[in-house]
């Protein structure tokens, strides 16, 4: 594990574009997944699992494969 894995990591201009964009695909899958999935517990797993995936793809703009920070 890097030695910054638990620090605060700000993101670079480019990489704040990056999240935007992927934050904005996460939210547009996370209706269509609202709106079509009928209720109940296995809705209510898929879409909080959706947003651990989304927190996790800005830790990956971030972050190279080691855990360094993606300068």
């Given at each position: 594990m890097h030695a910054s894995t638990f620090e605060y990591l700000k993101p670079t201009d480019e990489q704040i574009e990056q999240m935007r964009v992927v934050?904005?695909?996460a939210r547009f899958f996370a209706d269509l997944l609202e709106k079509n999935l009928p209720d109940g517990?296995?809705?209510t797993w898929v879409i909080r699992n959706h947003r651990t995936t989304a927190m996790w793809a800005n830790v990956?703009?971030?972050r190279q494969p080691d855990g360094s920070p993606r300068i």
């Open positions: 934050r904005e695909a517990p296995d809705k990956a703009i971030t």
